[in-house]
């Protein structure tokens, strides 16, 4: 789609009974599937949270209104897009394939990943990336795939499970753990951690990343993944909430936004990202739409430095 024209609501079909109606997201260029390289998707879900606050299933509303309010001028009756910071989207095909419910998130990510695209799913609670990973696993001949896990807390409590606590435990049968970094987290619980030990997870914080500095991290990062198939999914609490407030479970000591775009864009640069997930957006909580404004660029940067790849079953 020409970027310079209106981008106004669209409707999907996802079901004979069901119409989810959304805005799509500001860069989207391509109206097939076929044509594109990167597929955009929301799941306005929020059925496996037990947060107090409340409201991530507006999620990706929230992100792609943010992309569309932002991320151009508008001069001489024309929209112009803003650039990325470094990469391009030049040679990025990109559709929005809109809203659709859980429980079509498996099949819709298969046919993706099938199709040798690669998926950017945007939440909705973090449970998500559990189906994510299940799926892409099965569609990899059931090779493990390297988890690069941006949250402020691990997700690996395994006395509870199926909710947006447990992912790492629920997906683990996915995860090669030798190739996989949470990073970011710094709000652990003990059972977290002596699970993470077990499974040789390894856990940056952001102490780590001040100790080590951010461009050893990265190397380390990337290293670790080596030519490994790899996801990356980034829970926007993995930043600080004194500038991204607007998330489910706020924890403070958190990553800077631009440390987390730089840190994003160089690993997407050196490795094989197979598909990528931006959950726990909570627009009730937001201030000036800060949070989504950071979501939406993430997304964008994100996409500018994707090596575009095949994903399929090689």
């Known amino acids: 789609m020409d970027s310079n024209k209106t981008k106004s609501d669209i409707t999907l079909k996802l079901s004979p009974c069901r119409l989810i109606c959304v805005i799509k997201y500001f860069h989207a260029n391509v109206g097939s599937l076929s044509k594109a390289d990167v597929v955009i998707l929301g799941v306005p879900d929020e059925s496996r949270s037990?947060?107090?606050?409340?409201?991530?299933?507006?999620?990706?509303?929230s992100l792609r209104r943010a992309s569309n309010y932002y991320e151009f001028f508008e001069r001489d009756g024309k929209r112009i897009p803003i650039c990325p910071m470094s990469g391009t989207l030049e040679?990025?095909?990109?559709?929005?394939?809109g809203n659709l419910p859980r429980d079509q998130l498996y099949k819709k990510i298969s046919d993706i990943v099938s199709a040798e695209k690669i998926p950017i799913t945007i939440g909705g609670d973090h449970s998500i990336t559990t189906i994510i990973l299940k799926a892409l696993n099965d569609n990899i001949e059931g090779k493990k795939i390297a988890l690069l896990y941006f949250d402020a807390h691990p997700d690996f409590?395994?006395?509870?499970?199926?909710?947006?606590?447990?992912?790492?435990?629920?997906?683990?049968?996915?995860i090669d753990f030798r190739k996989s970094v949470l990073i970011g987290t710094r709000a652990a619980e003990e059972e977290e951690l002596r699970n993470a030990a077990k499974n040789k997870l390894e856990i940056i914080t952001p102490i780590d990343i001040i100790?080590?500095?951010?461009?050893?991290?990265?190397?380390?990062?990337?290293?670790?993944?080596?030519?490994?198939?790899?996801?990356?999914?980034?829970?926007?609490?993995?930043?600080?909430?004194?500038?991204?407030?607007?998330v489910s479970v706020p924890a403070p000591g958190g990553l800077f936004p631009l440390d987390l775009m730089y840190m994003i864009k160089k690993i997407t640069e050196k490795i094989q990202v197979i598909g990528m997930d931006v959950v726990e957006l909570c627009p009730n909580y937001d201030l000036n739409q800060n949070?989504?404004?950071?979501?939406?660029?993430?997304?964008?940067e994100a996409i500018a430095s994707l090596g575009l790849r095949k994903t399929g079953k090689k």
Do not use: F, Q, W
């Not at 037990?50 to 509303?61: F, I, N, Q, S, V």
């Not at 040679?91 to 394939?97: M, Q």
């Not at 409590?157 to 996915?174: P, Q």
């Open 157 to 174: 409590v395994s006395s509870t499970r199926n909710y947006y606590g447990s992912v790492i435990a629920d997906s683990s049968k996915y």
């Open 211 to 246: 100790d080590s500095g951010i461009n050893a991290t990265i190397k380390r990062i990337i290293s670790k993944c080596g030519s490994a198939k790899a996801y990356m999914s980034i829970d926007l609490d993995c930043m600080d909430p004194g500038v991204a407030p607007g």
């Open 291 to 300: 949070t989504a404004n950071h979501a939406a660029r993430i997304v964008m």
């Open 50 to 61: 037990l947060a107090k606050r409340k409201g991530t299933k507006m999620g990706p509303e």
């Open 91 to 97: 040679n990025k095909k990109i559709i929005d394939i």
